[in-house]
């Protein structure tokens, strides 16, 4: 919910504020007066593009500051919002609102600024717009579009076309990846032979050389050995001498300690000799592996020139392929199975078809399921939306919302079959979307687009949002102008359907017409100020009961402060009043 809306230095508004009450909040005003203002204010918090052209002539910069109701004070924020405000670090008040601030200069650079944060403007757009629709005169021509209108078909359809378009989308992107690595495998056969030539070369030269895991390290520590043979053999040797040489060696010496400390008649010296004991096995045990060493070094260091040898191979392969040995061994394995794919190119594409067509055919059990959703809800939408055109003047019109399947050229590539149908398999479905007037019983309907008048165009879009805003509440909606093209007693059941509309939203209405304008829970007038200098000023303000007859009286064909204006004004509210009261 909006609960205030603060402008400065945009269009004819050099400062304004207002506040937002729940209901129904009509804006009337002067032409000119800048009541457009106000819904391109709220565009900039929801992220609409910044135009320098709307910064007020003189003023450095725009400001639009909007204080929203996201949250419930004791629960707090829930879904997207919640999510927002958390990536950000957004600070929600005490209250459970938070305050949206956008930025326009005069070069034309934005700022957006979110409970007290600096923020991206998609990221502010995305918050308001998740609590925020703006409807004007654009909006309504998007309705003319089919993509829009499947759009609004399915959020009538709600969470099962919902469920039903994400599987369907999850199909179809897993599809594609199929069709493009066949596209790809039957397109690059050049670069595949290339890729073949490669890897072989690789393997057979891996293959020629034929390292063994680990050799390359193994191999370091021998060519170490042996640029030192000499120096090693002699330690090596000469400590076998000592520990267990033939003459005067540790392990004689131990042994004769040993004897005489268990020949000795006293306990001390005995248990002394099982010490000496343990040591003579340690010592021993060195003799055997010294013994083992001097044996496993070779006799000289001719070997040595035929290990560098090997060594160089083994380091080429490593600059060409990995980062060590057991690295090239692997991607020897890897470049085998790359190999055997490419040389089998055909049982690779036969594959990738039997792929596909599997792929195909979930796709299209998915658009079948998809395209029954929409055609049941597209009878049960154009119903209750021919009900609501039926209560705004629009005599016997009905709306008729066809859904049909999306026709397939003979070599489409997205081609599928959908009850029995052939039809193209589109990013968000096989169907084709279509609204149409009815204009009377027995007629031929005819597209929206090129039969509805503006005012019945108007008419059209209310309806829809009226019966898609049946099982939501407590967003807010601003419509802009919506009435634009319609008068008379359409314009009353337009200002009915809008008052039964904010039972459940929040409807703020830039209005031109005193029917629609009546009822209105609030009344803002946007008014025309005393000018500074060559350059106007609007101002913003709340209308009280009398004031809003004075307002209203205006508005019916400028009969101002008339008797018999402010009669019929006054003879309009109470209608309203009511109405809206039974």
């Known amino acids: ?51 320098a052209g709307r910064v007020r002539s003189g003023a ?17 924020p829930d879904g997207e919002v919640a999510d927002l405000l958390e990536s950000t670090g957004a600070d929600l008040d005490d209250d459970g609102t938070v305050i949206a601030i956008r930025t326009v200069n005069a070069d034309g650079r934005s700022r957006a600024h979110l409970g007290g944060r600096s923020v991206p403007v998609g990221t502010l757009g995305k918050l308001v717009s998740s609590v925020l629709t703006v409807h004007g005169q654009n909006d309504q021509l998007r309705l003319l579009r089919p993509d829009r209108q499947r759009v609004a078909l399915d959020t009538f359809a709600g969470a099962k076309a919902s469920k039903a378009l994400a599987a369907y989308r999850s199909a179809r992107a897993e599809w594609l990846a199929i069709l493009d690595e066949l596209d790809e495998l039957r397109a690059n056969s050049r670069g595949l032979a290339q890729e073949a030539d490669r890897l072989r070369f690789g393997i057979d030269e891996i293959a020629a050389i034929d390292p063994q895991p680990g050799e390359d390290d193994s191999l370091a520590d021998t060519i170490r050995r042996l640029t030192d043979l000499e120096s090693i053999r002699s330690a090596a040797s000469g400590s076998h001498e000592i520990v267990a040489g033939e003459s005067g060696s540790v392990i004689e010496g131990l042994g ?83 190999l055997e794919q490419i040389e089998d190119p055909q049982g690779s594409v036969d594959d990738l078809e039997r792929r596909a067509a599997a792929a195909a055919e979930v796709v299209a059990e998915a658009a079948a399921t998809l395209h029954r959703i929409r055609a049941k809800a597209a009878t049960t939408m154009a119903g209750k939306v021919s009900k609501e055109l039926a209560g705004l003047a629009m005599g016997d019109s009905t709306l008729s919302v066809e859904v049909g399947l999306e026709s397939a050229d003979a070599d489409d590539r997205l081609a599928i079959e959908v009850d029995g149908q052939r039809a193209h398999a589109g990013a968000d479905g096989a169907d084709r979307v279509e609204f149409a007037l009815v204009p009377h019983k027995g007629a031929r309907p005819l597209p929206i687009a090129t039969s509805a008048s503006g005012g019945e165009l108007s008419r059209v879009m209310l309806a829809l949002e009226v019966v898609l805003a049946e099982p939501t509440s407590g967003s807010v909606m601003v419509f802009d102008e919506v009435d634009a093209g319609v008068g008379g007693r359409a314009a009353v059941e337009i200002g009915r359907r809008l008052a039964r509309l904010a039972r459940a939203h929040q409807v703020i209405v ?73």
Not at 534 to 547: K, N
């Open 256 to 338: 004769q300690v040993r004897s005489m400390l268990e020949a000795a008649a006293d306990d001390e010296l005995k248990r002394l000799a099982g010490r000496v004991g343990e040591t003579l096995t340690v010592v021993t045990d060195i003799g055997d592996e010294l013994t083992a060493y001097l044996s496993a070094l070779p006799t000289d260091a001719d070997s040595l020139d035929q290990l560098l040898s090997r060594q160089g191979e083994l380091k080429s392969l490593v600059r060409k392929y990995a980062p060590d040995i057991d690295g090239v061994i692997d991607w020897r394995t890897q470049a085998q199975m790359r």
């Open 510 to 582: 830039v209005t031109h017409l005193p029917q629609v304008a009546a009822f209105a829970d609030n009344h803002l007038v946007i008014g025309k100020s005393a000018s500074k200098g060559a350059v106007q000023t609007s101002t913003v303000r709340a209308l009280d009961r009398d004031e809003r007859i004075a307002e209203l009286a205006r508005m019916l064909a400028g009969l101002g402060e008339s008797d018999t204006g402010k009669a019929h004004a006054e003879e309009l509210l109470t209608t309203a009043e009511t109405e809206k009261g039974s």
């Open 60 to 76: 450095a910069k725009a400001t639009v500051e909007g204080r929203f109701r996201v949250a419930d004070p004791d629960r707090g």
């Open 1 to 51: 919910m909006l609960e205030e809306l603060s402008i400065a230095g945009l269009g004819v508004i050099d400062g304004a504020s207002a506040q937002f009450p729940p209901g129904f909040t009509a804006l009337t005003g002067e032409t000119g007066a800048g009541k457009t203002m106000i819904v391109t204010s709220l565009r900039l918090l929801a992220g609409g593009r910044a135009d």
